[in-house]
């Protein structure tokens, strides 16, 4: 079966993760694990590669409401990063999109790219209305991802996540299919 594509430009599309992607996605959550783990709760749950395979046999690009909807960032490539759609609400036609990206390739405006990529994905191709975009207000690098990309900012979640020992407030953002500019 064809695996799940988005090209974005000659050097960098997204697809879908695959069990041959284990090793070379848990080294590069290894080596940005420090980077990583500030902002997401899941980093220091992932061990081995082991872990690593368990979240890609988990994952499925059959529904983008099936719960991790889980595409590779590759660049010229190499897999630089990861984004999904997860918490997928089919009744409401809502997602909500998840990333993170190797800190040697921040400031180059992959994840916009990949964040607008996905956005027009699941506006042209599934029924979906509403997607929304949560980011830890201590990580101005992702809110301005939302920013860039013109959703709308509906508050903060308070003490939404625990990370680290510590709840962490996030921002909550959304765009909706009627205002979604493609």
Known sequence: MEKMKIIINPQFHLREV????????????????EHLRAFLPWV????????????????????????????ALIWEQKI????????????????EIGY????????????????K??????????????????????NPKSQAIPNRLGLIQEG?????NWINGLFVNLYRNSVLRSEWKF
């Open 156 to 160: 903060i979640e308070r003490e939404a």
């Open 80 to 95: 630089v990063g990861m984004i999904d759609f997860h918490n997928g609400d089919h009744k409401n036609k809502s997602l």
């Open 100 to 115: 993170w990206l190797s800190k040697s390739y921040n400031g180059k405006g992959l994840m916009t790219l990949a964040c």
């Open 117 to 138: 990529s996905l956005i027009d994905y699941a506006f042209r191709e599934t029924d979906a209305n509403r997607i929304i975009v949560r980011c830890a207000v201590n």
């Open 44 to 71: 220091d749950a992932t061990q081995n590669v082991g872990d690593t395979r368990a979240f890609i046999a988990s994952t499925s690009c059959d529904s983008v409401y099936s719960g991790k909807f889980a595409l």
């Open 18 to 33: 695959t069990l041959e992607d284990a090793e070379e996605l848990f080294l590069l959550t290894e080596d940005n694990r």
